[in-house]
T-cell receptor, first 115, second 116 residues
Framework: AQSVAQPEDQVNVAEGNPLTVKCTYSVSGNPYLFWYVQYPNRGLQFLLKYITGDNLVKGSYGFEAEFNKSQTSFHLKKPSALVSDSALYFCAVRDSPGGSYIPTFGRGTSLIVHP | DGGITQSPKYLFRKEGQNVTLSCEQNLNHDAMYWYRQDPGQGLRLIYYSQIVNDFQKGDIAEGYSVSREKKESFPLTVTSAQKNPTAFYLC???????????????FGPGTRLTVT
């Protein structure tokens, strides 16, 4: 079975400060991990993914995420937040090998960047 | 929004009426999905399809139906049996190949359905 948790419903950060949006997961095998962003009344946009290899994954719009197998985490980070980063962020996981291609999504974290 | 179109963007219906939401993709993806999004509940899977003429129920399929007659199209019908149909509906697609599940999903812009 696969599951994912986003422990924070909302994250507040000042513009220019670093931001972190947390995600933890549970899988039977090895995880495929994804981050998506959703702006109001829009569909989700893919940001980045971890499949294998380097634990630090770089993605779109200056975002990166660090895979930590021992802590079963995949936190999303950005060194300097922008007001335009304010959105809803979703973490998703798929189990491998042989797992379902259907991902499990977290409940989402609302990021608010204050000017 | 990644080559997936959903129409209409806003849809209003009276209770007791069936309504069909359109989803079309030009990405040549094998798999397509329908999700329902409600505030604070994340995404919940309604139906998914890996190949033409085949689809599977997701976590909340009751009151919904789908068809997959063409690779690029995956319409969702919200029937009168769905008890609380007002929601934001998202369609997505992805590559599914070689038994790997490493491919990300591409989402449409969504349809906001309001039933009164």
């Amino acid at each position: 079975a696969q599951s994912v948790a986003q422990p924070e419903d909302q994250v507040n950060v000042a513009e220019g400060n670093p931001l972190t949006v947390k995600c933890t997961y549970s899988v039977s095998g090895n995880p495929y991990l994804f981050w998506y962003v959703q702006y109001p009344n829009r569909g989700l946009q893919f940001l980045l993914k971890y499949i294998t290899g380097d634990n630090l994954v770089k993605g779109s719009y200056g975002f990166e995420a660090e895979f930590n197998k021992s802590q079963t985490s995949f936190h999303l980070k950005k060194p300097s937040a922008l007001v335009s980063d304010s959105a809803l962020y979703f973490c998703a996981v798929r189990d491998s090998p042989g797992g379902s291609y259907i991902p499990t999504f977290g409940r989402g974290t609302s990021l608010i960047v204050h000017p | 929004d990644g080559g997936i179109t959903q129409s209409p963007k806003y849809l209003f219906r009276k209770e007791g009426q069936n309504v069909t939401l359109s989803c079309e993709q030009n990405l040549n993806h094998d798999a397509m999905y329908w999700y329902r999004q409600d505030p604070g509940q994340g995404l919940r899977l309604i139906y998914y399809s890996q190949i033409v003429n085949d689809f599977q129920k997701g976590d909340i399929a009751e009151g919904y139906s789908v068809s997959r007659e063409k690779k690029e199209s995956f319409p969702l019908t919200v029937t009168s049996a769905q008890k609380n149909p007002t929601a934001f509906y998202l369609c997505a697609s992805s590559i599914v190949g070689g038994g790997q599940a490493s491919y990300e999903q591409y989402f449409g812009p969504g349809t906001r359905l309001t039933v009164t």
